[in-house]
T-cell receptor
Framework: QQPVQSPQAVILREGEDAVINCSSS?????VHWYRQKHGEAPVFLMI?????EQKGHEKISASFNEKKQQSSLYLTASQLSYSGTYFC????????????FGQGTTLQVKP | GAGVSQTPSNKVTEKGKYVELRCDPI?????LYWYRQSLGQGPEFLIY????????DSGLPNDRFFAVRPEGSVSTLKIQRTERGDSAVYLC???????????FGPGTRLLVL
């Protein structure tokens, strides 16, 4: 079952914050976050394993609530380069390699 | 180092023809994945190789689709009797055993006329 992402789209001004959510109806082993710009390959952002950990680097961080089967991606003090479509990919058991991706959240950062 | 590469970058074919799409994973990566992405959608899983063997091919839509990885490195996705509905971007990704992070290639844009 495909995870559901929300919101579908968001427009920000440079410096503003955003949260993108990813919810699954199935128990999750891991959540993978990617950003994709138009016509390019998805670029890996981070992976979260079950255990409710939070990860981050620079101004992008994410959390994983295993019990709620949800993950959230936090973008703080957004930059123009953050524009793109964000996908969460979910894995329901370990070492399967099979990621099921959400439909994507389109983020546009304006000057 | 070099990332995942895919050839061709674009492929236009006619309905009913046979096509082959190639993926060169990151050197040393044992796992290789094929996904298909339609416009405005997230990548859709097709097949996953661990070494030379297909560990999970549950995403292949039908028996017109087949993939091989004979030496555990380069993989070829083969589509027989192409249909217009096969038009999409075919993405390949690879990962090492260490953490399962999948690194994607630029994709092959397939258009079936």
């Amino acid at each position: 079952q495909q995870p559901v992402q929300s919101p579908q789209a968001v427009i920000l001004r440079e410096g503003e914050d955003a949260v993108i959510n990813c919810s699954s109806s199935k128990a999750l082993y891991s959540v993978h976050w990617y950003r994709q710009k138009h016509g390019e390959a998805p670029v890996f952002l981070m992976i979260l394993l079950k255990g409710g950990e939070q990860k981050g680097h620079e101004k992008i961080s994410a959390s994983f609530n295993e019990k709620k089967q949800q993950s959230s991606l936090y973008l703080t003090a957004s930059q123009l380069s953050y524009s793109g479509t964000y996908f969460c990919g979910t894995e329901t058991s370990g070492n399967t390699g099979k990621l099921i991706f959400g439909q994507g959240t389109t983020l546009q950062v304006k000057p | 180092g070099a990332g995942v590469s895919q050839t061709p970058s674009n492929k236009v074919t006619e309905k009913g023809k046979y096509v082959e799409l190639r993926c060169d994973p990151i050197s040393g990566h044992t796992a290789l994945y094929w996904y298909r992405q339609s416009l405005g959608q997230g990548p859709e899983f097709l097949i996953y190789f661990q070494g030379t063997g297909a560990a999970d091919d549950s995403g292949l839509p039908n028996d017109r689709f087949f993939a091989v990885r004979p030496e555990g490195s380069v993989s070829t996705l083969k589509i027989q009797r192409t249909e217009r509905g096969d038009s999409a971007v075919y993405l390949c990704a690879s990962s090492s055993d260490r953490d399962g992070t999948q690194y994607f290639g630029p994709g092959t844009r397939l258009l079936v006329l």
